[in-house]
């Protein structure tokens, strides 16, 4: 039970105690106390050995607060000389969020259905990408293609990679490649967290929050004087991973620099472990893999100078990435092949204020420049001499930069009945590529946005929000959105949304030319933006009996997502000319439950999920309105503190996926899918020397899964192949890990 009880009045004595459902009575615990007096300023008293702190004599009425690491927040009011008895609930497995938030706040009290992923998970993933952190995630599928890496689908979204929003620190990754950020390229080592809301946030972070938006915190505390970490990563398909980090704190400086360089020396179906095999395979049929040889190099500073109230951040890093495709031996002599070479270089640099203003408001800016580029080339390598012979006519470079701005005015206290938002977003975007019209295009996006949060009673909050956007290249929709919480205690959540998302086209979409001999594929100016239509309904409950804490969820939503931007064949075209249009919609609709618990040396979790997804031909055809597919997860976490011991097992089932398409050339409706699949790692890590040196090992992707077989029906034409399998995994395999951290 979390509340507050009113306690007999007594005329002498004058006291707030705190007590637990367990009748202990909580010692040594801030209790704070604003005065009613315009300007009067906070009061602080502390609990004695039975839970008492004493009021003041003169100055009611005053607003409560009492704030403690081992107890939920509580709020509330007291009139007059009497004594107040508050009741506390020790605090449950909820993690602090700031995405989507005024301030930091818990996530159970957090009007957004927010989900984390903690250090302690990653590590104990063994995850060193994006890409492997994600695969435990319910309504989170992914995909792998050769040349651009991974990406992910999000809550049944149409397109791999489109409609999420990927952040760090709450700025955007530039660079995507087919419409999507390569997950393999967003290395961990020097994230804190990642933060998760499914569902559109265009409100706050605009374009491409459609289906959700995952934002990763960077460790930015340096809690001593002087540390540094280093750290080793194998694995048996031939992953050679290296990063080292550190920095110091001094007064009101603090300074942290990381690297690392990840090697991966490419796998193809059958291949066996390769235990430190470093050849190049550079002359026979076993050169060419189906997962691309890639070389990452990566390396970030972040200084923050802090002040009083006030904090400067500045975050700058580099990273390069080369992917190697290494084309098969030609007939008839096989002496001679095909390589081409895929450079990313990318960087980042990014400078934050936060500082904190009179009446409690809070200014959070940043200004941001990212740089991207992609340099394709292509060469005849001779097998005989191992020489290469690249031919710069079909070497290609793209260049995409972005200057990012946003700041926002919050007022956030969760004991007032109304805090409000208000900020801007400022989006520019460059793009040059032989593969643009005229080469270079740009586009501007400006937006005001804002939203409130209102309490009518201390259950419920209310949180209207509203975007307003101008584009240089097209309309930008208004975007309103309005979530409700309500509380009736501290365990018990009802949430419930209803967002408007929107993609907009991107400069591809407005401006791609490519014409050659398969190609004739054409972008439109006049596009619009997509938008959606997103409800969500949610329900939590959470808790802790003795050393028992738990937390289970059930959440629905449905989405729609209008004019939908479609390669389609160009009405008056030839065959293979190709263009964007808005033509289509797409719904998706789902439910997902997930229960959490912690008991002593273990934590559990399960959950499951079912997706569907809309079948537009079924308006004209004799088919079902919906294909469904479900998802179910699970992991298992021992940790033995005594012993700097843990084991993790982690399980995921992703169901087969279905959808409908028309094929031209048996001029009827046939099915496209995707069967299904099952994905279990198990982890083990010991921490030695007074938990400096932590090594870890494990086997992932324990039942073995490489391709999973998937048809894809279409018509005759250049666009519409036929894929019979669809790469998940590497097979099964093996890693052992080793970090060491110093500290002074």
């Given at each position: 039970?979390?509340?507050?009880?009113?306690?007999?009045?007594?005329?002498?004595?004058?006291?707030?105690?705190?007590?637990?459902?367990?009748?202990?009575?909580?010692?040594?615990?801030?209790?704070?106390?604003?005065?009613?007096?315009?300007?009067?300023?906070?009061?602080?008293?502390?609990?004695?050995?039975?839970?008492?702190?004493?009021?003041?004599?003169?100055?009611?009425?005053?607003?409560?607060?009492?704030?403690?690491?081992?107890?939920?927040?509580?709020?509330?009011?007291?009139?007059?000389?009497?004594?107040?008895?508050?009741?506390?609930?020790?605090?449950?497995?909820?993690?602090?969020?700031?995405?989507?938030?005024?301030?930091?706040?818990?996530?159970?009290?957090?009007?957004?259905?927010?989900?984390?992923?903690?250090?302690?998970?990653?590590?104990?993933?063994?995850?060193q990408n994006l890409r492997d952190v994600l695969t435990n995630q319910l309504e989170v599928r992914l995909e792998y293609d050769a040349i651009f890496g991974s990406s992910m689908n999000m809550q049944g979204s149409r397109r791999y990679g489109a409609d999420a929003k990927i952040l760090i620190d709450g700025v955007p990754v530039v660079g995507k490649q087919d419409g999507a950020i390569d997950l393999s390229q967003v290395n961990l080592a020097n994230i804190e967290r990642i933060e998760i809301i499914k569902g559109p946030m265009s409100v706050s972070y605009g374009t491409d929050a459609i289906a959700g938006t995952v934002n990763l915190i960077t460790k930015k505390t340096v809690k001593n004087k002087v540390e540094a970490q280093a750290g080793t990563y194998y694995e048996t398909p031939g992953t050679y991973n290296v990063n080292v980090g550190g920095g110091f704190h001094r007064k009101a400086h603090s300074l942290r620099v990381d690297g690392f360089r990840n090697f991966f020396g490419g796998w193809k179906p059958g291949n066996g472990a390769s235990f430190f095999d470093f050849s190049d395979r550079p002359a026979d049929t076993s050169r060419?893999?189906?997962?691309?040889?890639?070389?990452?190099?990566?390396?970030?500073?972040?200084?923050?100078?802090?002040?009083?109230?006030?904090?400067?951040?500045?975050?700058?890093?580099?990273?390069?990435?080369?992917?190697?495709?290494?084309?098969?031996?030609?007939?008839?002599?096989?002496?001679?092949?095909?390589?081409?070479?895929?450079?990313?270089?990318?960087?980042?640099?990014?400078?934050?204020?936060?500082?904190?203003?009179?009446?409690?408001?809070?200014?959070?800016?940043?200004?941001?420049?990212?740089?991207?580029?992609?340099?394709?080339?292509?060469?005849?390598?001779?097998?005989?001499?191992?020489?290469?012979?690249?031919?710069?006519?079909?070497?290609?470079?793209?260049?995409?930069?972005?200057?990012?701005?946003?700041?926002?005015?919050?007022?956030?206290?969760?004991?007032?009945?109304?805090?409000?938002?208000?900020?801007?977003?400022?989006?520019?975007?460059?793009?040059?590529?032989?593969?643009?019209?005229?080469?270079?295009?740009?586009?501007?996006?400006?937006?005001?946005?804002?939203?409130?949060?209102?309490?009518?009673?201390?259950?419920?909050?209310?949180?209207?929000?509203?975007?307003?956007?101008?584009?240089?290249?097209?309309?930008?929709?208004?975007?309103?959105?309005?979530?409700?919480?309500?509380?009736?205690?501290?365990?018990?959540?009802?949430?419930?949304?209803?967002?408007?998302?929107?993609?907009?086209?991107?400069?591809?979409?407005?401006?791609?030319?490519?014409?050659?001999?398969?190609?004739?594929?054409?972008?439109?100016?006049?596009?619009?933006?997509?938008?959606?239509?997103?409800?969500?309904?949610?329900?939590?409950?959470?808790?802790?009996?003795?050393?028992?804490?738990?937390?289970?969820?059930?959440?629905?939503?449905?989405?729609?997502?209008?004019?939908?931007?479609?390669?389609?064949?160009?009405?008056?075209?030839?065959?293979?000319?190709?263009?964007?249009?808005?033509?289509?919609?797409?719904?998706?609709?789902?439910?997902?439950?997930?229960?959490?618990?912690?008991?002593?040396?273990?934590?559990?979790?399960?959950?499951?999920?079912?997706?569907?997804?809309?079948?537009?031909?079924?308006?004209?055809?004799?088919?079902?309105?919906?294909?469904?597919?479900?998802?179910?997860?699970?992991?298992?976490?021992?940790?033995?503190?005594?012993?700097?011991?843990?084991?993790?097992?982690?399980?995921?089932?992703?169901?087969?996926?279905?959808?409908?398409?028309?094929?031209?050339?048996?001029?009827?409706?046939?099915?496209?899918?995707?069967?299904?699949?099952?994905?279990?790692?198990?982890?083990?890590?010991?921490?030695?020397?007074?938990?400096?040196?932590?090594?870890?090992?494990?086997?992932?992707?324990?039942?073995?899964?490489?391709?999973?077989?998937?048809?894809?029906?279409?018509?005759?034409?250049?666009?519409?192949?036929?894929?019979?399998?669809?790469?998940?995994?590497?097979?099964?395999?093996?890693?052992?890990?080793?970090?060491?951290?110093?500290?002074?």
């Open positions: 039970m979390c509340g507050l009880l009113l306690a007999a009045a007594s005329a002498n004595a004058q006291y707030v105690r705190l007590m637990t459902s367990g009748d202990q009575h909580p010692s040594s615990v801030k209790v704070i106390l604003t005065p009613s007096a315009k300007g009067a300023a906070d009061i602080v008293i502390v609990t004695d050995a039975d839970g008492k702190a004493k009021l003041p004599a003169a100055g009611y009425p005053y607003r409560i607060a009492v704030h403690d690491m081992s107890y939920e927040n509580v709020h509330d009011t007291i009139g007059g000389p009497y004594d107040k008895v508050i009741w506390l609930d020790a605090k449950t497995m909820s993690p602090v969020v700031i995405t989507g938030q005024y301030q930091a706040t818990s996530a159970d009290n957090a009007v957004q259905r927010v989900e984390v992923i903690d250090r302690k998970k990653i590590d104990a993933m063994a995850a060419a893999m189906l997962w691309k040889p890639r070389e990452q190099y990566q390396g970030a500073l972040q200084y923050i100078y802090t002040h009083g109230k006030t904090s400067v951040n500045y975050k700058g890093s580099y990273f390069y990435e080369v992917i190697t495709d290494r084309g098969m031996p030609m007939q008839p002599y096989y002496e001679m092949a095909i390589d081409r070479r895929y450079h990313t270089y990318r960087r980042d640099n990014a400078v934050f204020l936060n500082t904190d203003v009179a009446g409690g408001k809070h200014i959070n800016v940043f200004a941001a420049y990212n740089a991207y580029k992609r340099v394709k080339t292509e060469g005849v390598n001779d097998l005989t001499t191992l020489t290469e012979n690249r031919d710069p006519a079909l070497q290609d470079i793209s260049y995409y930069n972005e200057f990012n701005s946003r700041g926002v005015l919050t007022s956030g206290n969760s004991n007032k009945k109304l805090d409000y938002e208000v900020g801007y977003d400022v989006n520019i975007q460059f793009a040059n590529s032989t593969q643009i019209v005229d080469r270079r295009q740009q586009m501007g996006n400006y937006a005001l946005y804002g939203s409130a949060e209102y309490r009518p009673f201390s259950q419920l909050t209310v949180r209207p929000g509203l975007r307003y956007g101008y584009n240089t290249r097209y309309d930008a929709p208004l975007i309103p959105s309005v979530n409700l919480m309500y509380k009736p205690d501290s365990r018990l959540a009802f949430r419930a949304s209803y967002a408007k998302g929107f993609r907009q086209p991107d400069l591809k979409d407005l401006y791609f030319e490519l014409v050659d001999i398969n190609h004739d594929i054409h972008g439109n100016p006049d596009l619009k933006a997509e938008y959606s239509d997103n409800y969500l309904a949610s329900v939590s409950y959470n808790g802790r009996t003795n050393d028992v804490a738990y937390r289970t969820s059930i959440s629905a939503y449905y989405n729609r997502v209008n004019d939908l931007i479609t390669l389609v064949q160009k009405v008056g075209g030839g065959p293979t000319e190709y263009w964007y249009q808005n033509i289509s919609f797409f719904v998706t609709k789902g439910l997902q439950a997930t229960a959490d618990v912690s008991v002593g040396a273990f934590a559990i979790s399960v959950g499951g999920s079912y997706l569907g997804t809309y079948n537009q031909l079924s308006e004209t055809e004799d088919l079902p309105e919906f294909s469904y597919s479900p998802e179910a997860r699970s992991s298992i976490t021992y940790t033995n503190k005594q012993y700097g011991f843990s084991v993790s097992a982690f399980y995921k089932y992703t169901g087969r996926a279905i959808r409908y398409v028309w094929n031209d050339d048996a001029d009827m409706a046939v099915q496209a899918r995707m069967n299904d699949y099952t994905i279990a790692d198990l982890t083990m890590s010991k921490q030695f020397f007074k938990k400096r040196l932590n090594i870890s090992a494990g086997c992932k992707n324990l039942f073995d899964v490489a391709n999973v077989a998937a048809t894809q029906g279409g018509g005759g034409g250049v666009h519409a192949a036929t894929t019979s399998s669809a790469a998940i995994s590497m097979g099964r395999y093996y890693f052992v890990g080793t970090q060491y951290n110093f500290s002074k």
